[in-house]
């Protein structure tokens, strides 16, 4: 479990609030002997001078030099300084202001906020409150907004703990740091005490989330046994991330979504991240994943990359793909934006079609089988495999039906040692391209041809679908895996 100070100028300045041993002043902090603590030490930085060499500023910059994982950082407090800088960060958030038409008088002229921990107080200020606090990770931030032809940031400024004579603004400020902490103020539960943090990242409106809610129980259930404390977070606790020592993605990927942020940060943070930001890029853009094992001869389906509906490029993708041909935009998932275009015409109305969304489009060769093999790895290790049959009268293993949830083939989970040597040293092969993250990789064999389809940064992991042979040995497995990585970080650091 990780080690946390709220550090303070003087512990006068607690008096208001509850007493707390894990609130130190900065002549605490700064006497602390190094490597006092074999986990993670997060510390919550509300020194009232943020100035350049004063004591904000170097208990941010000692706690960055001593590896703790403080809030705010250095750079924070030196973007804060120059409106240059904080401006560009606060550009990000116009449709966040924009929202504010609605929500507030505009003939209040200009107003003045001061944010706790992302919380304004006022409800229609939270969604604004919030993406400041994603931008500017601050305990404490003042800002003035101004109306001019619509609401503008005028100024942000880093705030101080209330004083002792405005009980409003303490009790705000104490239930903002109650929520962000809880450790600090609530007595305890007697529980099991764990050696790692684990955070889970999912969402209850992913259409087709990686894990479902028995699977998710199950890599809790696996973690408490192995000494971690898994616990489940969602987009809203980008600000929470470095309370962990490791993030587990069970949200569906892609690079212009909030999961690529969230490992990006954690991965900034120090923490193991499963999948990492350099798996979610390789992986969830097929034109780049196609390249990869091309240029590294993983043999895949005839591919051609295309980036117009020309009369030469469908005469080249029929030369070199012939009919049926598949077509893809570089970031689908779940069989979506795939289609089979099985004429010329066809062919010409779907490059058209998914040319709107995509500058460029993949045309691959169209191999029939009857299912679809997928080789779940970590590590460089196999761990499951499973086999995804077609669709009844169709051609995927997902059939989309406009707003309905899509239809799925059957599936069977032999062991690993059941399936062909081919199908498994290909399906490795193409892994170890991507790194040594947790993978998916889908293949396609007919006769002695073996291709790689595609390959999974974030694949699925359904209760009683690939668990089928292992059970819970398999969420074990991966529990492990992170356990072990995270020993091996806290060694790495202590040396």
């Known amino acids: 479990m990780a080690q946390l100070y709220v550090v303070v100028d003087d512990k006068d300045d607690w008096t208001p609030f509850f007493p707390s041993q894990d609130v130190i002043s900065f002549e605490e902090y700064i006497a602390l002997p190094a490597n006092r ?11 009232r001078n943020s100035r350049a060499l004063g004591r904000g500023y170097y208990c941010s ?45 505009s003939g209040l002229g200009t107003l003045d906020l001061t944010l706790y921990f992302g919380q304004a107080g006022v409800s229609e200020l939270e969604p604004l409150a919030r993406q400041l606090f994603d931008r500017f990770p601050i305990p404490i931030l003042e800002v003035t907004l101004k109306y001019r032809k619509g609401w503008k940031i005028e100024k942000i ?7 002792s004579n405005d009980e409003s603004e303490q009790d705000r400020f104490a239930t903002a740091i109650d929520q962000f902490s809880t450790r600090i103020w609530r007595k305890p539960k007697a529980k099991k005490q764990f050696r790692f943090d684990l955070a889970m990242l999912v969402d209850s409106k992913d259409p087709m989330p990686p894990s479902d809610e028995d699977a998710l129980k199950k890599f809790e259930k696996a973690g408490e046994h192995l000494g971690i404390n898994v616990q489940r977070i969602t987009r809203r606790d980008f600000h929470r991330i470095a309370e962990f020592d490791a993030l587990f993605i069970r949200v569906t990927t892609n690079i212009d979504h909030y999961t690529y942020k969230f490992a990006r940060r954690a991965e900034a943070d ?15 853009n097929k034109v780049y994943l196609a390249d990869l094992l091309k240029t590294h001869k993983v043999p895949t389906p005839n591919t051609v990359i295309v980036t117009n509906a020309s009369k030469a490029t469908v005469n080249q993708i029929k030369e070199e793909i012939g009919f049926p041909a598949v077509l893809k935009v570089p970031d ?36 029939y089988t009857e299912y679809d093999w997928r080789i779940g790895i ?6 499951f495999a499973c086999r995804y049959f077609m669709v009844k009268d169709h051609w995927q293993i997902y059939k989309h039906g406009g707003e309905s949830a899509p239809d799925s083939g059957d599936f ?16 490795l092969k193409a892994a170890r391209l991507i790194g040594d993250g947790f993978y998916g990789v889908d293949l396609k064999q007919t006769g002695d041809r073996v291709v790689v389809i595609e ?20 969420y074990h497995e991966i529990m492990a895996e992170f356990l072990r990585r995270m020993e091996n970080r806290r060694q790495y650091r202590l040396n």
């Open 37 to 47: 603590s074999k986990g993670r030490v997060r510390v919550i930085n509300c020194c």
């Open 61 to 105: 910059l000692l706690a960055e030099a001593r590896d703790h994982h403080v809030i705010p950082k250095i750079q924070v407090l030196n973007d804060l300084r120059r409106k240059a800088l904080w401006s560009m960060e606060a550009e990000e958030i116009q449709a966040a202001l924009d929202q504010l038409e609605t929500n507030l008088d």
């Open 157 to 163: 400024k880093q705030g101080v703990i209330p004083s």
């Open 270 to 284: 120090g923490l193991v991240v499963i999948d990492d930001p350099q798996s979610i890029l390789r992986c969830t």
């Open 332 to 367: 689908g998932s779940f069989s979506r934006g795939v289609i089979l275009a099985n004429n010329e015409q066809e062919l010409t109305d779907s490059l058209k079609q998914l040319r709107q969304s995509s500058s460029l489009v993949l045309a691959q060769e169209y191999l």
């Open 378 to 383: 970590i590590n460089n290790r196999p761990l």
């Open 412 to 427: 069977d989970t032999p062991a690993t040692w059941q399936v062909p040597q081919k199908v498994m040293s290909v399906a």
């Open 455 to 474: 390959v999974n940064d974030n694949p699925s992991l359904d209760s009683e679908v690939e668990d089928l042979h292992l059970g819970e040995a398999l």
